[in-house]
């Protein structure tokens, strides 16, 4: 009875061993997942991987385990290591979505877009609904130029939610890469529905510039202003669409205003620099324009209104130098090379070298046809610098004819008043080289 009832003891003593020891497995087990999650949380990254990484070699098959260590790789720049540790969890759990969705997050964070879109296709099987996997295919379709299936992604994403900004955003902006008007809805849904968003009414502000509707970007910067008084992005963009509405006075204001934030960009200085020049502020548009030139040598636009500028000054070997560098640089635009050659010719007009003004007057006509001013110019040259009544006659005659060949271009009331001038000069002139014998 003896041996029976120590044979008995010793059975239960076993068992009940057994038991202490898988209770004690169990809380050590729980005590290191709950060590591993407070070293993540602290930031103590590669003491979470060294731990982890000691647990899984003991057998640990926890799915935490895996999921801190790729975690904590990832936040250490380490994604080759974070897919591996992914694999090896996804062996031991296949139908794990947390860890599934992290290695497609980490083959899309490097880059590898066929593995990522396979990720994210079977999450989007396992879930539908799966709004940031959609996004993330989406993203993909778009990088790889599928629009089509990045558009019927984002048109799922818009049917379980219509204010998704994701969405909204991806969308305008994948038409607008296609210059699809539809893009502003978009974008104006995006805005309409998160007005303080700065990326929603940038990218509206954006699109109405361009769209030469700059007149609906001023309230969305000046609004965005309100909001953050130091944007310099708004700044600049609302001094632009200033630019752009003809009204150079706030646009100095505002680009201004950004260069006191800091902005120091060619951008700010070229804008800034024109709009001086519209208010006929030539000596702080060659300021400007001075700055933006050292910032960009191969802007035609820069070149020529510094040089249109400093044609106002005694500088006048220096302002040919920049319209001729615009004239280099700029896109053969037969207005654009008229009107330069016309300021050129402004130029060698008010230092007295008529005949090569009187060229560069030609040549401006010959660029444009529709640029009658110069016709006058040459004619006004001929007739009161170097007095060939005979040929300003008929240059005279040929600014009227030119003007009556352009009815559909309305006259400003200075071209009416040169009409009239003209005219009756012509009169004159016809009448004293009648006198003279010369008709």
């Not at 778009?142 to 969308?171: C, G, K, P, T, W």
């Not at 060229?359 to 610098?385: H, Q, V």
């Amino acid at each position: 009875m003896l041996c029976s009832g120590h044979f008995s003891f010793m059975k239960h003593s076993r068992y009940f061993l057994l038991v202490i020891t898988c209770i004690l497995s169990s809380w050590l087990a729980l005590q290191a997942q709950e060590n591993l999650t407070d070293l993540y949380y602290s930031g103590n990254y590669q003491k979470v991987i060294d731990a982890s990484g000691t647990l899984i070699a003991s057998g640990d098959t926890a799915i935490n385990t895996f999921y801190l260590k790729a975690l904590s790789e990832a936040q250490l720049g380490q994604p080759v290591e974070a897919i591996g540790t992914l694999q090896q969890g996804l062996n031991l759990h296949p139908d794990e979505p947390r860890l599934s969705r992290m290695l497609a997050r980490q083959h899309f964070d490097a880059g590898d877009y066929v593995q990522a879109r396979q990720g994210y296709d079977s999450l989007v099987q396992w879930d539908s609904t799966d709004v940031s996997s959609l996004l993330k295919l989406a993203e993909i379709a778009s990088f790889r130029q599928q629009y089509q299936d990045a558009e019927n992604a984002l048109n799922q994403v818009l049917y379980i939610d219509s204010m998704n900004l994701s969405s909204m955003m991806m969308m305008g902006d994948i038409l607008n890469r296609h210059k699809n008007s539809g893009a502003v809805v978009y974008y104006e849904r995006a805005y309409h529905h998160y007005p303080e968003n700065q990326k929603a009414a940038y990218a509206l502000v954006n699109w109405y510039i361009q769209s030469k509707n700059a007149w609906k970007a001023i309230p969305i910067c000046e609004q965005m202003l309100i909001i953050d008084t130091t944007s310099i992005k708004f700044s600049k963009l609302l001094g632009y669409a200033y630019y752009k509405t003809g009204e150079p006075v706030s646009a100095v204001r505002y680009l201004e205003y950004a260069n006191q934030l800091g902005d120091s960009t060619v951008f700010t200085f070229k804008f800034k620099g024109i709009s001086h020049y519209l208010r006929v502020d030539f000596n702080a548009a060659i300021e400007s324009l001075n700055h933006a030139v050292k910032k960009d040598t191969l802007d035609a636009e820069i070149y020529f209104f510094l040089g249109a500028s400093l044609a106002t000054t005694r500088e006048k070997t220096q302002a040919m130098s920049h319209l001729n560098r615009s004239l280099k640089l700029m896109q053969p635009d037969p207005s654009i090379v008229s009107r330069i050659y016309s300021e050129q010719g402004n130029i060698k007009r008010l230092e007295m070298e008529y005949e090569e003004a009187y060229d560069l007057y030609n040549k401006a006509w010959e660029m444009d046809t529709t640029n009658a001013m110069s016709l006058y110019f040459m004619a006004s040259i001929l007739d009161n610098s170097m007095q060939k009544s005979k040929e300003a006659l008929v240059d005279y005659q040929r600014y009227i004819d030119a003007l009556d060949r352009l009815p559909e271009k309305k006259e400003s009331d200075q071209g009416v008043s040169i009409r009239a001038i003209v005219e009756d000069r012509i009169v004159t002139l016809k009448e004293e080289l009648f006198f003279r014998d010369e008709l």
